[in-house]
Structures are given as structure tokens and as C-alpha cells.
């Protein structure tokens, strides 16, 4: 391990490290733009420019191998000249259109402007106009002058997800970030994180774009229930204290974008644009009723008739739900052990054109928790036995009509869907970001979710119905 000095402490570094990341493990911090963790050294920021002793110039740090008894200064009146210097160039032909930007507050060329330059440009020369609002994709525009031409766009279209979608074309000033070919971003399942890793306001999301500013909101922990894998999100909300009254009150119980939270043992700093778009899943129509029949009732005149069926029932089979916490399905097992035959139930499957699996992170298995699920029940059968009586449905996604005949039904879901009027008794059950919880994924790493927004009214948590139907204590 290589002793190097950093501002005169002495640093223990790796093999094979920057002076830049073994600065990052020790606490001492070097700005930069286009290097990042997960991607190769590009070096054409400039900006995490260090001297090293006995030196009259300075070096990138992110590409300057440590070698034992490396002396460098990471803020020398040298290196402070410097850094202004690339701030004055990087912000020549930029906008500084901060006010309407909406990486405002998220944007590393704003606050080293303020940490490193804070003076008006010095330039006389007009700024050159570039390419604004450019379709990079149906999901991404890009704003040219704003632009640093870092490449970690590029860089990530060609070593994360593969898809090349990503150059940069032309020379000097004139040079542009664009698609390699039409729709080649439109093509990647992951295009959204390079959204998430431009350093400044070039890359934006069309879902998101003017939609809010980020200090009104706030990032609760989650787990993306899109596919097996399980990636680790953070859903973003309104702040408390920024709920809105008068304008589009609706926002402060939606979503108002999803980000990677980074999770080494799951998803890395990644996630694919299925996890953006959770809004879709858990904003569809909920809900919010019992029902007997489909005509509306109180919770308790529900609980009562589905005690009476279980009471009744000689053959009863549950199908339990595959987007069930850890939680929840040990509440299940608990309450209805020995008294119903349960399977695993598949809550979704692909939607069409869908991507199936890959290499990096997208599992075929459109459900978080089939693992902890199987854990504890088998599979459900190919056909019902002919004595089933009851069954106990719990979830989406299984056809109504391949449930036995003369079966009676107790339905458990969180959406508002026809079957749900068809079954004898029906609850209205929250979603996960109503909750906290936990998945298991298919690699067997358990994952947390906190909740966001607090349940509709009428609705109510799956597992207490469960201990409200078994006489079982809510744990
Ligand atoms: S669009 Fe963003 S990530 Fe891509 S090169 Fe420009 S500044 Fe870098
Ligand atoms: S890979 Fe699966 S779990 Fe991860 S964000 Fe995509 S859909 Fe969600
Ligand atoms: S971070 Fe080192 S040159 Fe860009």
C-alpha cells in the first residue's frame, strides 16, 4: 500500500489508485466533472487539477497514479489559479441560465462557480449560440450550451449499458453530443442515467422537466418492485413543508421523479427507466372501497363475511401475492397456516416490448419478492383441485376465469380493476409506498422501503386484514 501525502497527511492509498480516489477514501476532497467512479478516465475536465511537490505546474489527478511518497497539494495559490482559469473557460459559452435550469440545486458547475471562480465572465466576446431543446430521445432533451462536453454521457451509453447509442460530433465550440443513430437512446433501457450523472443542466428529463425545483423535495429510501433484481430508489416527494394548497393540491401525494440509490450489493449507482417511471405503476386508478359483491360496504361488515366464508370453506387455497413484503407474507403464514392451502401467485408480467433480462441489471421475474414468497409457499398448481371451495386471492394479475366455478372469493388489491366487483368480498389493500417493508431479491439481498404518503382513506394494510380475519395480533 502506497504512502502518499495529500496537503502534507499522509494517506494510505491502494494499489492501482488515482490520487483522486484515494483523496475521495480519505476524506479529502478534489473537485471534478468528467471523472466517475463507475466509468474510464477521460480526463478532459481539467478541474481536479493538483501540484505535486517541487513542481511548477499542475496535473489531472483523476489519471496520476499514486507512487509511494507522493507529496501533493490539492489547493495551492497554483492549483486555485487554475481552477478558475478551466471555471472561466467552461463557463465561456454556457448560459448560466441557472434560474430556469433544473439542475439547479444538483449542479456541480454552479457551485464550483461559486467555490472556485464567483466572478462575472471576463470574456468580450458574444457567447456561441448552440442547439436548445434537442430531441436526444422521446425520454431526453439536451441543451447544447450547456453543455461542458465531459463525455460521461458517451462514456456510459459504451461501457455500462452497451448500447452506443451516445458521440460527440464535430470540433472546438462547434462540438455536439448526439445520438449515433435516430432512436439509438430511445433503444436503451438505461438511458435514463445519464440524466443522473451530467454534471451540469445539458442532460433532462422530459417527465421531469419544469416540474418542480428540487429543494421543494424530498427523496424517501425504496426498492423498485419492477423486476427481481430489486434496485435500491430513492422516490421523490414534496416536502412537508412545501405541500401545495391552492395550485394542483394532487402533487403533493405524487411522484414527483425516481433516482438510483446506490446499493453495491444490488444495483450499483444504476437503475433502468422501468424504475423511473414507478408513477406508473402506483399512480393508476386505486381502490378505496370493501365491497361484497361489488356493492360498497364498511371494513367491518367485509371482515365478518370473509371470517364466515373461511369459517365454512372444507378446500380453501389462497394465491399470495409475489409484490408481498417480507412483512406481510410472514403475517400471511402465520395467520393462515394449516388453514389454507397457499401458492405464489405471479402479480405482472412483461408488458409487451418490455425488455425480458440482461447482463446488467433487468430480470425476466417482473416481481420483488417471488423469492422470500417461495421461501415460504410452493407454486400455485396448473389447474384448482375440483373439492376448492374458496380461494383467498391476494394481488393482481391472475385471471379471475381460471378460478374454479362454484369457488367462493375473497380478493385483496390495491387498484381499482373489474375483478374486483366480482369477487364476494373485496379489500382495498395500500400500496408500498404507503408502508415499510422489505423485499428479498433474487440473489437473496433484502432490501428496505420506507413510506411516502400516508394510506387513502379506506384503504387498508393486507396485513391487517390478515390478523383481522384469523383473530391473529397485528406484530
Ligand atoms: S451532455 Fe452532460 S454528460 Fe454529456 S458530455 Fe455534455 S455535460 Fe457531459
Ligand atoms: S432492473 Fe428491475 S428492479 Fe431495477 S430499476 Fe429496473 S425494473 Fe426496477
Ligand atoms: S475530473 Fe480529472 S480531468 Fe475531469
Same mark, same amino acid.
Given at each position: 500500500?502506497?504512502?502518499?501525502?495529500?496537503?502534507?497527511?499522509?494517506? @494510505?492509498?491502494?494499489?492501482n489508485?488515482?490520487?483522486?480516489?484515494?483523496?475521495?477514501a !480519505?476524506?479529502?476532497?478534489?473537485?471534478?466533472?468528467?471523472?466517475? +467512479?463507475?466509468?474510464?478516465?477521460?480526463?478532459?475536465?481539467r478541474i481536479?487539477?493538483?501540484?505535486?511537490? /517541487?513542481?511548477? *505546474?499542475?496535473?489531472?489527478?483523476?489519471?496520476?497514479p499514486?507512487?509511494?511518497?507522493?507529496?501533493?497539494?490539492?489547493?495551492?495559490?497554483?492549483?486555485?489559479?487554475?481552477?478558475k482559469?478551466?471555471?472561466q473557460?467552461?463557463?465561456?459559452n454556457?448560459?448560466?441560465?441557472?434560474?430556469?435550469?433544473?439542475?439547479?440545486?444538483?449542479?456541480?458547475? @454552479?457551485?464550483?462557480?461559486?467555490?472556485?471562480?464567483?466572478?462575472?465572465?471576463?470574456?468580450?466576446? +458574444?457567447?456561441?449560440?448552440?442547439?436548445?431543446?434537442?430531441d436526444?430521445?422521446? =425520454?431526453?432533451?439536451?441543451?447544447?450550451?450547456?453543455?461542458?462536453?465531459c463525455s460521461?454521457?458517451v462514456?456510459?451509453?459504451?461501457?455500462?449499458?452497451? $448500447?452506443?447509442? %451516445?458521440?460527440i460530433?464535430?470540433?472546438?465550440?462547434? !462540438?455536439?453530443?448526439?445520438?449515433?443513430?435516430?432512436?439509438?437512446?430511445?433503444?436503451?433501457?438505461? $438511458?435514463?442515467?445519464?440524466?443522473?450523472?451530467?454534471?451540469?443542466?445539458?442532460?433532462?428529463?422530459?417527465?421531469f422537466?419544469?416540474?418542480? =425545483?428540487?429543494?421543494?423535495?424530498?427523496?424517501?429510501?425504496?426498492?423498485?418492485p /419492477?423486476?427481481?433484481?430489486?434496485?435500491?430508489?430513492?422516490?421523490?416527494h414534496?416536502?412537508?413543508? *412545501?405541500?401545495?394548497?391552492?395550485?394542483?393540491?394532487?402533487?403533493? #401525494?405524487?411522484?414527483?421523479?425516481v433516482?438510483?440509490?446506490?446499493?453495491?450489493?444490488?444495483?450499483?449507482? *444504476?437503475?433502468?427507466?422501468?424504475?423511473?417511471?414507478?408513477?406508473?405503476?402506483?399512480?393508476?386508478?386505486?381502490?378505496?372501497?370493501?365491497?361484497?359483491?361489488?356493492?360498497?360496504?364498511? %371494513?367491518?361488515?367485509?371482515?365478518?363475511?370473509? =371470517?364466515?366464508?373461511?369459517?365454512?370453506?372444507?378446500?380453501?387455497?389462497?394465491?399470495?401475492?409475489?409484490?408481498?413484503?417480507?412483512?406481510?407474507?410472514?403475517? &400471511?403464514?402465520?395467520? &393462515? !397456516?394449516?388453514?389454507?392451502?397457499?401458492?405464489?401467485? $405471479?402479480?405482472?408480467?412483461?408488458?409487451?416490448?418490455? +425488455?425480458?433480462?440482461?447482463?446488467?441489471?433487468?430480470?425476466?421475474?417482473?416481481?420483488?419478492?417471488?423469492?422470500?414468497?417461495?421461501?415460504?409457499? /410452493?407454486?400455485?398448481?396448473?389447474?384448482?383441485p375440483?373439492?376448492?371451495?374458496l380461494?383467498?386471492? *391476494?394481488g393482481?394479475?391472475?385471471?379471475?376465469?381460471q %378460478?374454479?366455478?362454484?369457488?367462493?372469493?375473497?380478493?385483496?388489491? #390495491?387498484?381499482? @380493476? +373489474?375483478?374486483?366487483?366480482?369477487?364476494?368480498?373485496?379489500?382495498?389493500?395500500?400500496?408500498?409506498?404507503?408502508?415499510?417493508?422489505h423485499?428479498?431479491?433474487f440473489?437473496?439481498?433484502?432490501?428496505g422501503?420506507?413510506?411516502?404518503? #400516508?394510506?387513502?382513506?379506506?384503504v387498508?394494510?393486507?396485513?391487517?386484514?390478515f390478523?383481522?380475519?384469523?383473530?391473529?395480533?397485528?406484530?
Open positions: 500500500m502506497p504512502e502518499i501525502f495529500i496537503n502534507g497527511h499522509s494517506v @494510505q492509498a491502494a494499489e489508485q488515482s490520487v483522486l480516489e484515494a483523496a475521495r !480519505s476524506g479529502h476532497f478534489i473537485p471534478y466533472f468528467c471523472w466517475h +467512479p463507475k466509468l474510464s478516465v477521460a480526463g478532459n475536465c481536479c487539477v493538483v501540484q505535486v511537490e /517541487g513542481r511548477s *505546474w499542475v496535473e489531472i489527478a483523476c489519471n496520476m499514486v507512487t509511494e511518497g507522493l507529496r501533493v497539494f490539492t489547493d495551492s495559490d497554483l492549483v486555485q489559479a487554475h481552477r482559469m478551466v471555471m473557460f467552461l463557463t465561456l454556457h448560459p448560466v441560465d441557472c434560474g430556469i435550469c433544473d439542475k439547479a440545486g444538483e449542479c456541480s458547475l @454552479q457551485d464550483y462557480h461559486y467555490a472556485y471562480n464567483g466572478t462575472p465572465s471576463i470574456s468580450h466576446e +458574444p457567447k456561441v449560440p448552440s442547439t436548445k431543446f434537442h436526444l430521445s422521446e =425520454r431526453i432533451v439536451l441543451d447544447n450550451e450547456r453543455c461542458i462536453l460521461r454521457c462514456r456510459f451509453t459504451h461501457e455500462i449499458s452497451k $448500447s452506443c447509442a %451516445l458521440g460530433k464535430h470540433r472546438g465550440d462547434e !462540438s455536439l453530443v448526439r445520438a449515433s443513430e435516430d432512436g439509438a437512446l430511445d433503444r436503451d433501457p438505461y $438511458s435514463d442515467n445519464v440524466i443522473d450523472i451530467c454534471p451540469v443542466g445539458a442532460l433532462l428529463s422530459r417527465q422537466l419544469y416540474k418542480a =425545483r428540487v429543494w421543494y423535495l424530498q427523496p424517501t429510501p425504496s426498492v423498485c /419492477g423486476c427481481a433484481r430489486g434496485c435500491a430508489v430513492n422516490i421523490w414534496r416536502k412537508p413543508t *412545501w405541500q401545495l394548497k391552492a395550485l394542483d393540491p394532487k402533487q403533493n #401525494a405524487s411522484i414527483a421523479r433516482t438510483p440509490l446506490e446499493n453495491p450489493a444490488v444495483n450499483g449507482p *444504476w437503475i433502468c427507466n422501468k424504475g423511473r417511471d414507478l408513477a406508473r405503476i402506483f399512480e393508476r386508478p386505486r381502490a378505496e372501497e370493501p365491497m361484497l359483491k361489488g356493492k360498497p360496504v364498511e %371494513l367491518d361488515a367485509a371482515l365478518d363475511a370473509a =371470517r364466515r366464508l373461511i369459517a365454512a370453506a372444507r378446500h380453501p387455497v389462497a394465491l399470495v401475492s409475489s409484490w408481498g413484503s417480507n412483512e406481510e407474507l410472514a403475517a &400471511f403464514a402465520k395467520a &393462515f !397456516s394449516g388453514r389454507l392451502a397457499a401458492f405464489v401467485k $405471479s402479480d405482472c408480467s412483461p408488458e409487451p416490448g418490455e +425488455p425480458i433480462e440482461d447482463d446488467l441489471l433487468i430480470r425476466a421475474d417482473k416481481n420483488p419478492n417471488t423469492t422470500a414468497a417461495r421461501g415460504l409457499f /410452493g407454486d400455485a398448481p396448473a389447474a384448482f375440483t373439492e376448492t371451495d380461494v383467498l386471492v *391476494w393482481e394479475g391472475f385471471p379471475f376465469a %378460478l374454479p366455478a362454484n369457488a367462493r372469493i375473497i380478493f385483496l388489491n #390495491a387498484y381499482l @380493476q +373489474p375483478e374486483n366487483g366480482h369477487a364476494d368480498v373485496f379489500f382495498p389493500v395500500s400500496l408500498q409506498t404507503e408502508r415499510a417493508g423485499y428479498t431479491n440473489e437473496g439481498v433484502v432490501s422501503f420506507e413510506p411516502c404518503f #400516508a394510506r387513502k382513506p379506506g387498508v394494510d393486507a396485513e391487517a386484514v390478523a383481522a380475519l384469523t383473530g391473529t395480533p397485528k406484530s
